[in-house]
């Protein structure tokens, strides 16, 4: 099924629904993996809402994401007990093994996407990172290499 006819059926779902569209575009971006401008603009043309609207409830929502990702998401920790366990270095070691630049965050290969959060909720491994679903904790540099070649 081409994403245009895709895209017409999960629109129609939410037609009569009020405050449908974070449900509609969370939907929307399963198909891609994440927002196209192309598709926001496929989305307003089909369902009437101005793609401003569109756009400003996808860039304001952290739930949505607006380029491609990989297909390992890392989420590295940054509340305080991580950071007061140098998950600087972490982070400094996780971007030099993954060769992402300032300001990048998928690898040139789309294997891994790096995110930085608030919190993971796992204070008593700091400093932790998780990779999709698995946590790893009580980290330091040289076990990153490591961590990263199993995948």
């Known amino acids: 099924m081409d994403l245009r006819k895709q895209l017409e059926r999960i629109i129609f779902k939410y037609e009569f629904v009020n405050g449908s569209l974070i449900p509609m575009l969370q939907e929307i971006q399963e198909l ?65 093994e993954l060769d992402l630049e300032e300001g990048e965050d998928t690898t040139a290969d789309n294997k891994f996407t790096l995110f930085e959060v608030a919190c993971l909720g796992c204070c008593s491994l700091a400093p932790v990172i998780m990779i999709d679903n698995t946590t790893y904790g009580k980290l330091d540099p040289q076990k990153i290499s490591e961590i990263l070649a199993s995948y």
């Open 32 to 96: 891609e993996g994440y927002l196209s401008k192309e598709t926001m603009k496929m989305v307003s043309d089909i369902s009437g809402i101005g793609v401003a609207d569109i756009f400003g409830v996808a860039t304001f929502y952290t739930v949505f994401r607006l380029k491609p990702q990989g297909k390992h998401t890392i989420r590295i920790c940054k509340g305080t007990a991580c950071h007061v366990s140098n998950a600087d270095l972490i982070l400094t070691t996780l971007r030099n």
